[in-house]
């Protein structure tokens, strides 16, 4: 059966896009710790980040570096965390989250957030991406 993340990349489910590309995809995550805090995910079903061929891994690295760049220019954050934790969805995601203090990298953190307020979020962040040059950030 189709992981969530497969689902939403099909477009079977909803989901807010900030990126796409041939290997990846990044989107908001319904329960975010911050505002601005992304996934990015292949589009390869791939349980386990360590399974990763170094080529995709590298990539999905590199799409995480320039979405947190998209978050320090659309959110206030003094740095842009990064997590893989891999135990909500069996489909390897980075979590890319703008945060001001270490706690705030804490799935007690996680919060329901409202559909208008994700897509506000979602277009601010493809904002930053695009004037920082990124493209693939046209994906609304």
Known sequence: ????????ISGEFPGHFIWKDEKAVAFLTIQPFNDGHAMVIPR??????DDLPEDL????????????KGCKKAFVCER??????????????IHVIPVNGLGELSFAN???ESQEKLAE?????RDALI??????????
């Open 1 to 8: 059966m189709a992981s969530i993340f497969t689902r939403i």
């Open 44 to 49: 390869e079903e791939i349980n386990h980040w």
């Open 57 to 68: 891994a590298q990539h999905l690295m590199t799409v995480s570096q320039r979405v947190a």
């Open 80 to 93: 842009v965390g990064v997590m893989i934790a891999g135990f909500e969805v069996p489909h390897t995601h």
């Open 110 to 112: 996680a919060r329901d």
């Open 121 to 125: 979020n979602a277009a601010r962040l």
């Open 131 to 140: 004037e920082l040059g990124y493209e693939e950030a046209r994906c609304d």
